[in-house]
């Protein structure tokens, strides 16, 4: 399941590669904020008898807006954007919570760690993962441990093995490879990335 070394998903990871200028891989260690174990936000009441947290994400800071645009930068985890989903099973934008969709064209913050590239500087369009472990982007990946970044005209970064904070515009799109499949559902508008 979480297994990158076989020949033939080497193959296919390298065809992704080349079909979106991007390459997958796979290394150790979770990013900060990105596992179930969030730090603790000390402005909302403790959960009780182990009960959910149905309280939204942390709010960071008021930003500028558009009319009809909520004003707070949310902070995301990658637990925040996951759903039910079997692994043999076709995404349907159904599957998708109203919280999930509720983000969607706010002004988020994500932690993750940024699949490996050619290119070490001047990076416009990257892959975030949840961490760089398990195989968080393509064949057999789970679609909401992955978000497409694409820096905002003007803007780039540099590659980093360590995690980083991505901040932009959330949406939902499918992103589909050579051979038709959905590879990714989140995209991000990047402002800022945090190294």
């Not at 901040?167 to 051979?179: A, H, K, L, N, P």
Request: charged share 25%; hydrophobic share 35%.
């Amino acid at each position: 399941m979480k297994s990158c070394r076989s020949a033939s998903h080497a193959a296919i990871l390298i065809g992704l590669f080349l079909a979106s200028g991007l390459l997958t891989g796979c290394q150790e260690s979770a990013a900060p904020g990105a596992s179930a174990q969030q730090p603790a936000d000390r402005s909302r009441p403790p959960r009780q008898n182990g009960a959910p947290d149905s309280t939204p994400p942390s709010v960071v800071k008021k930003t500028s807006r558009a009319p009809g645009t909520p004003t707070r930068l949310l902070d995301l985890s990658f637990d925040d954007i996951k759903f039910e989903m079997e692994k043999t099973e076709p995404f349907q934008r159904s599957m998708l919570t109203e919280k999930i969709e509720g983000y969607a064209g706010r002004k988020i913050r994500i932690r993750g760690y940024m699949l490996p590239s050619f290119v070490k500087d001047g990076i416009t369009r990257f892959v975030l993962v949840r961490d760089n472990m398990e195989c968080c982007f393509g064949p057999g990946a789970a679609l909401y441990d992955c978000v497409m970044v694409e820096m905002v005209a003007g803007k780039s970064t540099s590659y980093s093995v360590r995690p980083i904070a991505v901040t932009g515009i959330f949406s939902i799109r499918e992103w589909r490879d050579f051979d038709g499949a959905i590879r990714a559902i989140y995209h991000l508008e990047g402002q800022e990335v945090e190294m």
